[in-house]
């Protein structure tokens, strides 16, 4: 059997989001990247209290290129999703774990006033939180859970379960638990010293049956002067009877008995405390005070050695279980949200960590904006995917196509899909094969109220070189237009030297641009760059003049994004002429 000391150990290494033991360094996205990729948005559908949209974002947010996190999400996450029951049934009991942490009386210090109602409170929390990890229990050794993280929670549960005096814990509970429905009568002894004044009070029992009243005055005067009414030892006969002493009782037994008046008169104050029916008149008040102080002193002692004694058991468990919550939900909540775009046909598939050897890779098939599922499916409308890879070949990817084409969508899409992966959820489309990032950058088009200090293509360059100084090999970099608040020749001029400083860093990167140029002039771009990567020209596909949404590697298309605006603010040859 495990120790206190043993079971916390395991129980503070608990984790549904990151392997125990677990040396993973983490970078926060800043909150201009989790803008640029949507993240705000997408978690206003996954989840309805703003706590729980914080909860998600920030784990979405905190990034690490440790790919056994991933991998160790990714299976918690497959567990969650393939049992509904369980995740419905751990929500339940979660909530009510959280009520009993939040308003229970675990975190409560007892004081001098604690009373009966406390101790029943008390015992009956206690017992709730039993039923909990029974519940708990039940639901993950039910199913076949698969993952690290769920059976590591199962292990630990069963070790409260069966290791840790838990079965005494609830045996002795069952045997305590009271009710204020069947709570009737209490049961106290009274020790005597040598001039009958009490020495000592504890409790010998709570009973659901109330004491039955004995003929008044020979059952009272047959108590106090009889000598075989005198018990051997203090083995309780579990006697229902008792006798409600009045004044005028105490008159009667003098008249009775004078010779025990003293012994009868001393004694008044120790049986006025054993009363349960108060009697009327003058002396009610000070004898239910009276009462009061003796049962709530013993009952206060009762209450403070059952908090000592059940602390480390329940107080500290509760602790800890109760902080995988968020965790927990945080799982639940995504998966109830792809469930419900699954069912209006949405396709998402388990993300794959690369292996080793395998340093820049993603292999995405299938692929698609998640921002956009809610509005397609709403809509009807047929969301358009695509494949994309990175290798050491396809390093940085120069992204042109025609205005409003998917060139913004397609970047997005990317990081969202590193964001999804390395949080351990599905990912929207057919595959995701990846190597974790240890961050992801976004320099998208500034607000204007943002450049009135440097110009925009001041605060362009400042926040690429900031970007290009804290990214590393393992990052992500996702470029939107960079460099085009400028003339063409001073914006080529400067996106091809960034350009060549992303390689050589190796920085996987999307460089969507209007600047068909760079994707002509890749060959160039690319010599001289001894890391040995390499970027490719990636186009958006248009289809007699339509727009596909498809992309694939291939040179330029033309100067379609000139004509684009052309055609939009009527400038072409032909409408110019036929305004005429």
């Known amino acids: ?5 043993q079971i916390n150990d395991i129980a503070r290494n608990l984790s549904l989001l990151q392997p125990a033991g677990s040396e993973a360094s983490y970078r926060e996205l800043s909150d201009v990247t989790l803008h640029d990729l949507g993240i705000d948005s997408i978690v206003k559908k ?31 996450f497959e567990d969650i999703y393939r049992y509904p029951a369980l995740r419905d049934r751990m929500v339940e009991l979660l909530d009510k774990i959280d009520f009993l942490r939040d308003y229970g009386s675990f975190r409560t210090d007892y004081d001098g006033a604690a009373s009966t109602w406390d101790l029943l409170h008390r015992l009956e929390e206690i017992n709730e939180y039993i039923q909990c990890v029974e519940a708990i229990h039940d639901c993950l050794t039910d199913v076949d859970i698969k993952s690290r993280g769920l059976i ?103 008249l009775m008995d004078k010779a025990n008046m003293y012994s009868v008169l001393a004694m008044q104050p120790l049986l006025a405390a054993g009363v349960a ?33 059940l602390a480390e058991h329940v107080t500290v468990s509760i602790q800890y279980i109760t902080r995988l919550i968020p965790e927990f939900m945080y799982y639940i909540r995504w998966a109830e949200y792809i469930d419900d775009l699954v069912a209006r046909g949405m396709k998402f598939s388990g993300a794959v960590v690369a292996g080793e050897d395998h340093k820049h890779e993603m292999k995405a098939k299938g692929i698609y904006n ?23 070949d396809h390093l940085v990817y120069i992204l042109t196509g025609a205005n409003r084409g998917g060139k913004t969508t397609i970047t997005q899409a990317v990081g969202i899909l590193f964001v999804m992966a390395q949080g351990g959820i599905y990912v929207p489309g057919d595959g995701f094969e990846f190597t974790p990032v240890d961050a992801i950058y976004t320099h998208f088009p500034a607000d204007e109220d943002k450049t009135m200090d440097l110009g925009r293509l001041g605060e362009e360059c400042k926040r690429f070189k900031e970007i290009y100084k804290e990214a590393t090999e393992d990052s992500l970099l996702l470029l939107n237009e960079t460099f085009s608040t400028t003339s063409f020749e001073e914006g080529y001029y400067i996106a091809c030297d960034a350009v060549r400083a992303i ?46 949404y498809k992309v694939k590697v291939a040179p330029p298309e033309g100067m379609s994004y000139a004509h684009d605006i052309a055609v939009k603010y009527g400038v072409t040859l032909e409408m110019l002429m036929g305004d005429e």
């Open 503 to 548: 390689l050589s860093k190796g920085i996987r990167t999307i460089y969507n641009t209007h600047m068909h140029k760079l994707g002509y002039d890749i060959d160039e771009l690319n010599s001289d760059i001894k890391s040995g990567y390499k970027a490719s020209s990636l186009i958006v596909e248009a289809k007699e003049g339509k727009r596909s």
């Open 46 to 76: 996954i989840a309805t209290k703003a706590s729980e949209q914080e909860m998600i974002k920030r784990v979405l947010g905190r990034m690490t290129a440790d790919r056994d996190v991933a991998a160790y999400r990714s299976e918690v």
């Open 152 to 254: 590591r929670l199962r292990d630990y549960i069963d070790v409260l379960y069966n290791d840790n005096g838990f079965g005494e814990l609830k045996k002795d509970i069952a045997g305590l638990k009271a009710s204020t429905e069947n709570l009737k009568s209490v049961t106290l002894g009274i020790n005597l010293n040598d001039r009958f004044e009490a020495v000592g009070i504890g409790l010998i029992s709570i009973n659901s049956k109330p004491f039955t009243k004995a003929k008044l005055l020979s059952g009272f005067y047959d108590k106090i002067t009889g000598r075989d009414s005198v018990n051997e030892g203090n083995d309780w006969n579990e006697d229902y009877h008792f006798q409600p002493v009045q004044v005028e009782d105490l008159k009667a037994v003098q």
């Open 1 to 5: 059997m495990m120790n206190v000391t």
């Open 277 to 309: 029916g108060v009697p009327s008149g003058d002396s009610s008040a000070d004898v239910m005070r009276y009462m009061d102080r003796i049962a709530n002193h013993m009952l206060s002692i009762t209450v403070k050695k059952l908090r000592e004694t």
């Open 370 to 392: 998640l921002k956009l599922a809610s509005v397609y499916t709403e809509q009807h409308e047929e969301i358009i995917t695509n494949d994309l890879d990175f290798d050491a």
